[in-house]
């Protein structure tokens, strides 16, 4: 990991202090994210009915950076990783989507609230249960990575206005881990460090256009 971090760190630093410069490091308009410390607001999730989940923080790492991912890696973050055990009550497999823009609490406040970029999903065999590990993006830099055993609580999607052309472009992109395979973790790394820089500066009031967005992540080595 701090290879990677240290190979992709020096090209990336001038666009990311370029993209970044003129934001408000104490902004606290959008609620959950980066010193706003109140519930985040949007719109509710639920999960498919039958489905149950239970919730544990992950260390903040890229599994499999350089190797195989586990087949129950999905979504797209290093900071925010989050382990859910998913519970089918029903007789037959139900896929369960998590769409972009689904944010995850830190229950405790101590750990970065994550949040989904792009759709995802993964499924869950009838009367059976299926780990999922999902990768997220922080919203608050000023608090620490998910840790093992960190509480987390699914909360709603979020209503950002700000969000919407960052999740426009992603749609259209290979973010996610499940669509990488071995071999290109440093591409879906370098990516996923553009797109944190993004989010970063979203929360601290920065506002971007799709082309503005599209045309920084097409900077990215190998893109």
């Not at 992950?58 to 998913?86: K, M, N, Q």
């Not at 896929?95 to 989904?116: K, R």
């Not at 499924?123 to 093992?148: F, M, Q, W």
């Amino acid at each position: 990991m701090a290879a990677v971090a240290a190979m992709t760190g020096c090209a990336l630093f001038e666009d990311i202090k370029s993209i970044t410069d003129g934001e408000d490091p104490d902004f606290n308009e959008y609620k959950g994210m980066n010193v706003n410390e109140e519930t985040p607001t949007g719109k509710a999730f639920a999960l498919p009915a039958g489905i149950e989940a239970s919730l544990v923080g992950c260390e903040g790492d890229v599994d499999g950076l350089l190797g195989e991912v586990s087949d129950d890696a999905r979504g797209s973050g290093f900071l925010v990783i989050v382990e859910l055990t998913l519970s089918n009550g029903n007789d037959s497999e139900c896929e369960v989507v998590f769409p972009e823009g689904l944010v995850f609490v830190s229950a405790s406040g101590d750990y970065q609230n994550g949040i989904l970029v792009k759709e995802t999903s993964i499924s869950v065999p009838a009367g059976g249960e299926r780990i999922c590990k999902l990768h997220l993006y922080c919203l608050n830099s000023g608090r620490g990575a998910s840790t093992s055993g960190g509480d987390f609580g699914i909360g709603v999607i979020t209503d950002v206005e700000a969000f919407k052309p960052l999740f426009d472009v992603c749609r259209t992109k290979q973010v996610n881990i499940e669509e990488y395979k071995a071999g290109q973790y440093i591409k879906y790394y370098t990516i996923g460090t553009r797109i944190q820089e993004i989010v970063w500066a979203i929360t601290k009031g920065k506002i971007f256009s799709t082309s503005e967005i599209a045309d920084y992540l097409k900077k990215a080595k190998d893109l």
